[in-house]
């Protein structure tokens, strides 16, 4: 029997009641299938750890995680430690040193999932944005320059290398042929005439490698109108750390909600972990009330299945969180119901049981 080794970190807020949720999923999982097990760690790291010890996760953080299979993270944030501190010193800390250089973030529309977009059904919100998770505007380069005087001035710069940009880019082409998808490329090479014209030229010239794969390029401004006004046209997304953190959660907007938004940030070579999370954050105002809505880790571990080599799980996880959505009977405040987090874990396997 195979036993994946995961690293968990409930983290802050919400964190932990969502993710025991996911464990008892996937514990439900392997308990089903017979062929493989998990083996759960759970590291205390996030904003209270913070509180109590300086730092956001410990200084051999990294080395530890080092030897697990996949991490699942629940959330971090906290109002009483700056935003800058918990997502630099645990979540972009893992995503950087893990080279999880591909966030793979789903954006479908399940039935009965509430969309606020009129006349829009599940055939209309069915895309995939791969984004380049590693560089970009999240590189962290820049400078801060005369700090607190009159003549202040801080400079953030844009990282964008051709390997960073043509690994993230063949990716996506590569899940598009795949999947037999199109591929829209979105970025802002009119006014970024540095970092995005060259971008627009990598993806130009990749593409021609792939003459199978049907493509388009949209500025980001566009791209955000045309995921209102016509989400149809784009099955497969490629773009930049920044652009494609802001448009899924317009995506999740108009596919159900934060509730059901999940993300994976993946090493594609397996040389370390990749990690998994829900992508509400931490919703420190709803708190320890066990009224968050557990979905969104359930997709995450969905995924999790699906890299692990296990795409029959992770469809019927999707699949029993569309039966809680079309029955309607076992849904969390967010989406319109009273019932608890635990219960709609336990709905969930209840369904996978009899699937």
Request: contains cysteine; proline residues 6%; aromatic residues 10%.
């Amino acid at each position: 029997m195979n036993t994946y080794k995961i690293a968990v970190i409930p983290g802050d807020g919400i964190g932990p009641e969502v993710i025991r949720e996911g464990v008892k999923v996937l514990n439900a999982v392997a308990a089903m299938d017979g062929s493989f097990a998990f083996d759960f760690t759970e590291f205390p790291w996030g904003c209270d750890y913070y509180l109590e010890t300086g730092r956001m996760m410990p200084e051999d953080g990294i080395e530890i995680l080092q030897g697990f299979d996949a991490i699942l993270l629940g959330a971090v944030g906290d109002p009483r430690v700056p935003d800058h501190v918990s997502l630099w010193d645990l979540l972009l800390t893992i995503r950087k040193h893990f080279d999880q250089y591909i966030n793979l973030r789903p954006v479908k529309l399940l039935e009965g999932a509430p969309c606020p977009l009129k006349g829009m059904g599940p055939a209309d919100i069915d895309m995939t944005f791969v984004r380049e998770n590693s560089e970009g505007e999240y590189a962290g380069s820049g400078a801060w320059l005369f700090k607190g005087q009159p003549n202040e001035v801080v400079i953030q710069d844009g990282v964008f290398s051709r390997h960073g940009c043509e690994r993230v880019i063949r990716y996506a082409f590569e899940l598009a042929r795949s999947e037999k998808k199109s591929l829209t490329s979105i970025s802002k090479g009119n006014a970024l005439n540095y970092s995005m014209v060259f971008w627009d030229e990598i993806f130009a010239e990749i593409a021609k490698e792939y003459p199978d794969v049907p493509t388009h390029s949209y500025l980001v401004d566009a791209a955000s109108m045309f995921m209102i006004r016509d989400p149809k046209r784009f099955e497969i997304v490629v773009t930049s750390n920044l652009f494609g953190d802001i448009l899924t959660d317009l995506g999740a907007a108009i596919a159900g909600g934060m509730g059901l938004a999940a993300g994976a940030n993946l090493n594609p070579e397996r040389k370390f972990p990749s990690m998994f999370e829900p992508i509400h954050g931490s919703a420190p105002d709803i708190a320890g009330q066990e009224i968050s809505d557990p979905l969104a880790t359930v997709w995450a571990v969905s995924q999790m299945l699906d890299f692990f080599g296990h795409p029959d799980w992770g469809k019927k996880l999707i699949d029993a969180i569309e039966t809680v959505l079309k029955e309607g009977k076992t849904l969390t405040p967010d989406l319109g119901g009273n019932a608890k987090t635990p219960a709609v874990g336990d709905e969930i396997v209840r369904i996978l049981k009899e699937m």
